[in-house]
Structures are given as C-alpha cells and as structure tokens.
C-alpha cells in the first residue's frame, strides 16, 4: 500500500448529523405582520395626537408663537404622542 492510502484508511469515518427538512412553508412567518392590531391602533392614535399637537402650535396668537400655545401646551401634546409611538411599538403582539 502506498502512504496516501494508509491514510485515508487509517482515519475514522465520522457519522453525518441527520438533517430534517420541516413540511411548513416559510411563508407562514414571512407574511406574519410585524405588530398586532392593538399596536397598529395605538400607532394611530400617537400619528393623530403629534398632528393636534402641531396643530395647537400655530393657533398661537402671540407674534412667532412666542405665547402658551406654541411653547407649552402643542410641544407637550406632541411629546405625549411620541411617548404613545414609542408605547406602540415596545408592546407586545396580543
């Protein structure tokens, strides 16, 4: 026998792992959303609540928006719905 073929004889065979192939299509997770419906209606719910925000910043009567309105009460409403986006995407699906 030649080197080369001792060597491969001398080597042990290594069992191959078994790999199973599952029947589900990966369509199934794939074309699962990314929230649920309760997300989704607090997402909407943050959109509207941002746009009365901003909306309240320019009924400012005060020169600039220099008055309550522009500086107080439209920037924490608009705070407010970015705190509910941020709510809406940290839940969890139901």
Not at 13 to 33: G, H, Q, Y
């Amino acid at each position: 026998m030649s080197k080369k073929n001792r060597k491969a004889a001398d080597k042990p065979k290594v069992a191959e792992p078994e790999v199973k192939v599952s029947a589900k299509p990966l369509a199934d997770k794939s074309s699962e959303l990314a929230f649920g419906k309760t997300n989704y209606r607090f997402m909407l719910i943050g959109i509207a609540i941002i746009v009365i925000g901003f909306f309240i910043m320019t009924q400012d009567k005060e020169e600039f928006g220099f008055g309550f309105l522009g500086l107080t009460l439209g920037p924490i409403v608009v705070f407010l719905g970015f705190m509910i986006e941020l709510y809406a995407i940290l839940k969890k699906k139901a």
